[in-house]
């Protein structure tokens, strides 16, 4: 079982060699700052203590104020795991890169930078990796496509529940699809009062209505003469077949 | 004999080709036969979806996974299910964890069949072995359609469990798959373990240093296939893995051939895997209930799976609300494409198709 090294604790860890590295720590991770971040997973990987030799995972988070880099590492030779971060301001939004240390970031870094923006100093080719050449900004960024007065674009709330004040969805009548689903078709058929008691249900008159083709009581052929200009063509065009044939 | 020079030129292997596996392209340069270097360009499956994870609810999000490596629904899944449960401190049953493991097995047989197959066909042993490997494939994808209704996108695991429990008809439709597979894994390398073809074309090509896999967070067949006993199963057990005996099979040479005998043999104990599990499978429900607005408390957690591509990793962020704040995956996919360069600098063409195809990749979890 892999054993997580708490944020603790690789915090007093680098705390021991770097005493300014460290801005933060919590049950899970440390955070330093950016500018360090180099030197400490370069301590990290060759300590023999921590022995960080493989990079699970890369990712930005957005924070609104700051950015934070999350490294997941971890030892395969001890089976431990840790979580180190690196916080940057969001303006201009710098990390040095580590692919000097794990070659495996490559990749995972000119992710972060494409869809989050935060640029990895040092990267050998930092360029956009899914998005083309010239997109506009960075869509990850939690403020991208925000529009005036804070409105976000998507999903509000959950659909389940209900605004203030409001406790059930307005009633807006039972369709016949919403009968098919709860399997009350027999109740909406009995509730409704039946327009001719007593005659079979395909003998009876159906009201023509917009989406019907052809109105009732005229027959196919009235109704293309009704068209006029199409069926002039046709007309004319068979003339002028008749001349052609001697 | 003179020698001839010719100035460096670019070849564009993809998007459009059947050797990439996908809509991905390689841009090669080449010094007459040889490439001086290749760069991959990516992106042509992009559907940005951790950033539509972020406007949909926990739930809403597991059909996501299934979209990603849609060759392996079932680990995508379950990597997800098993972060969100990290996440929100949720116990799974013990019947739904067993499911989860033979499911998930069964997707490793299904996967690596078709990763064994469209190998030998990228060496040019065209089509025979791939219809062998897709027959027992198709029956595997039956099993699938029956327990949950989908072959490809099932979307069957859920937060807390599975969706369904299985059907009665599906114990013996997987027990004669089994017992047949041992004969069936056998056939698959009669038909090409001596095959001169394959042993021409993926031996000693798109070797991987045991150091640089590691450095280059190479995971899955392509870590081991180095020589490097690594499987999250074992490290690091997940569901019920710990009750479960298997070995990891580890290359010699890490060389293409490697990759693909490895493959094949992980399919064997993926059998023994499930053998164990159907035997050992106790009664009881297979999900917890759950309410629809899942609402995990603030906090992160990043949960790894080994898929069959390798190490799958979820690394989710709540801050407290329904829906996640930040939904990253760690696609194996992708991260081993870290290696390609520096495997292909120095084939010719023909070989680095052999050593893209040994990587087993799949565009829709590079692109996600």
């Known amino acids: 079982m892999t054993q997580t090294i708490s944020g603790h604790e690789l915090a007093a860890r680098i705390r021991a060699r770097f005493p300014d590295a460290v801005l933060e720590e919590d049950d899970v991770c440390a955070v330093v700052k950016a500018e360090n971040i180099v030197e400490v997973a370069l301590f990290l990987r060759d300590d023999p203590e921590t022995d960080a030799k493989y990079l699970n995972n890369l990712c930005g988070v957005d924070w609104l104020d700051y950015f934070e880099v999350v490294y997941n590492i971890s030892s395969m030779v001890k089976n431990t795991m840790m979580t180190l971060k690196a916080r940057t301001d969001r303006d201009p939004g710098v990390v040095p890169s580590v692919t000097p240390v794990w070659k495996g970031a490559d990749l995972q870094e000119r992710e972060a930078f494409d869809l989050m923006g935060i640029r990895f100093e040092g990267h050998p080719s930092l360029k956009r990796i899914f998005l083309w050449e010239g997109f506009p900004g960075h869509p990850l960024r939690k403020d991208y496509l925000a529009l005036p007065g804070g409105y976000k674009p998507g999903l509000q709330r959950f659909p389940y529940e209900f605004p203030e004040g409001q406790t059930s969805y307005p009633y807006l009548g039972r369709t016949p699809h919403a009968d098919l689903m709860l399997g009350t078709a027999h109740q909406s058929a009995e509730a409704e009062p039946e327009a001719e008691p007593g005659v079979p249900m395909s003998e009876r008159a159906v009201e023509p209505h917009a989406g019907l083709a052809v109105p009732r009581g005229e027959e196919p052929g009235q109704q293309a003469a009704r068209a006029g200009q199409v069926t002039d063509l046709t007309v004319k065009d068979d003339k002028a077949n008749e001349d052609d044939v001697p | ?368």
Not at chain 2, 27 to 39: S, V
Request: hydrophobic content about 40%.
């Open chain 2, 1 to 368: 004999m003179t020698e001839l020079r010719t100035p460096p030129y670019v070849v564009n292997i993809g998007p459009q080709h059947p050797s990439t596996h996908g809509v991905f392209r390689v841009k090669a340069t080449l010094d007459g036969e040889r490439i001086i270097d290749a760069e991959m360009v990516l992106g042509y499956l992009h559907r940005s979806m951790e950033k539509l994870a972020e406007e949909r609810t926990f739930t809403q999000n597991i059909p996501f996974t299934d979209r990603m490596d849609y060759l392996a629904a079932m680990t995508g899944n379950l990597g997800y299910c098993l972060a969100v449960e990290k996440l929100a401190g949720i116990e799974v049953p013990e019947r739904a964890q067993y499911l989860r493991v033979i499911f998930a097995e069964l997707q490793r047989i299904a996967s690596h069949c078709m990763a064994n197959g469209t190998f030998v066909n990228d060496c040019g042993a065209w089509q025979t072995p791939l219809m062998y490997m897709f027959r027992e494939r198709e029956r595997i994808l039956d099993l699938f359609e029956m327990t949950c209704g989908a072959r490809l996108t099932t979307n069957y695991m859920r937060i807390g469990g599975v969706s369904f429990d299985v059907p009665d008809e599906f114990y013996p439709a997987v027990n004669s798959l089994m017992a047949e597979m041992p004969d069936r894994i056998a056939e698959y390398e009669g038909l090409t373990l001596d095959n001169e073809i394959l042993l021409a074309r993926a031996r000693d090509i798109g070797v991987l240093r045991p150091d640089v896999a590691i450095n280059s967070s190479a995971t899955g067949p392509l870590l081991r296939g180095s020589g490097i006993a690594w499987d999250v199963r074992k490290a690091d057990p997940y569901c019920v893995y710990d009750r479960m005996e298997f070995d990891i099979p580890i290359g010699r040479n890490g060389d293409c051939f490697d990759r693909f005998i490895v493959r094949m043999e992980e399919m064997r104990q993926s059998v023994r895997i499930i053998k164990q599990a159907l035997e050992q499978l106790p009664a009881g429900p297979v999900n917890v209930p759950l309410p629809l607005a899942l609402k995990p408390p603030p906090g992160e957690a990043y949960a790894r799976i080994e898929s069959p591509k390798g190490e799958l990793g979820f690394y989710l962020v709540s801050d407290g609300g329904p829906t996640p704040y930040r939904w990253h995956v760690r696609s194996p996919s992708y991260i081993n494409l870290t290696v390609l360069k520096d495997m292909v600098v120095g084939l010719s063409i023909a070989d680095a198709i052999v050593s893209l195809g040994s990587i087993d990749i799949n565009v829709g979890e590079i692109d996600r």
